[in-house]
């Protein structure tokens, strides 16, 4: 599962399949239950991780005592990077959504790599360049956008990312609640509950097997995009 991960990811799979192969035996492989944490906020950032299999969310631990959900990785992702890159404890927490796979590379064997390979180190400025813009268009719709609006959003990306064709559908195909869908919107469960079934009552949302589904080009239309 390793070498199949590391071909996956944005970073690693810039490599050949033979220098793939090489760097395979530095990673190690780990599973996780439903709930499992990979690190906890303010850990040292001893390790570099790729998602293998499943989903985990990533959080962030408020003042007022709630989580609030940064990110959703989805096989191929990297985690917990930029904290190891800059030798910085983890500014957030990492957790699985579901059973899951992940592989781990410590930092001194990260560098080693890097070093052997320098389009690496290309690699890693583009993805985490691509997750700091992506942060920043989150914080902007936060801030400017009505919770409607945003939620759709949050689904429509979601369904981008790791969606499924089902029944004319886009399925987001890992357990999502209301909790955590409010968690990364910045609005309050009730507010996410009301806002899904009005989508349910004009045929944009359904859900099937802990799974939500949207309607895709009706969701993109109602955004205006």
């Known amino acids: 599962m390793i ?6 990811s ?12 090489g760097i395979a035996g530095l990673f190690e492989e780990r599973g996780l239950n439903n709930n499992d944490t990979v690190f906890n906020e303010g850990d040292t950032s001893d390790k570099f991780y790729i998602l293998a299999k499943g989903n985990v969310k990533i959080l962030k631990h408020s003042l007022a005592g709630k989580d ?3 990110e959703i990785m989805s096989p ?5 990077g930029v904290a190891v890159l800059d ?23 990260l560098f080693q790599i890097m070093e052997e390979y320098p389009i690496l180190k290309l690699e890693i400025v583009k993805y985490f360049s691509d997750k700091l813009r992506d942060a920043h268009d989150m914080l902007k719709n936060i801030a400017t956008e009505r919770v ?7 689904l429509l990306k979601l369904s981008e ?5 089902e029944e004319g559908y886009r399925k987001i195909d890992f357990p999502l609640t209301r909790q955590e869908i409010s968690e990364m919107v910045g609005t309050t469960v009730e507010t996410c509950i009301r806002t899904i079934s009005k ?21 993109k239309e109602h955004l205006g995009d």
Do not use: C, H, W
Not at 148 to 154: M, P, S, T
């Open 68 to 70: 609030i959900i940064l």
């Open 3 to 8: 070498v199949d991960t590391l071909k996956k």
């Open 148 to 154: 409607e609006r945003r939620i759709a959003a949050l």
């Open 76 to 80: 191929g992702d990297v985690f917990g």
């Open 87 to 109: 030798n910085k404890p983890y500014p957030a927490s990492a957790q699985a959504m579901e059973p899951s796979v992940i592989i781990s590379i410590s930092r001194q064997n």
């Open 10 to 21: 944005e970073i690693f799979s810039v490599l050949k399949e033979n220098e793939i192969q």
């Open 199 to 219: 989508f349910q009552k004009q045929g944009m949302v359904k859900s099937t097997d802990g799974r939500i589904m949207i309607k895709y080009k009706a969701m």
């Open 161 to 165: 990312k790791v969606g499924i064709d």
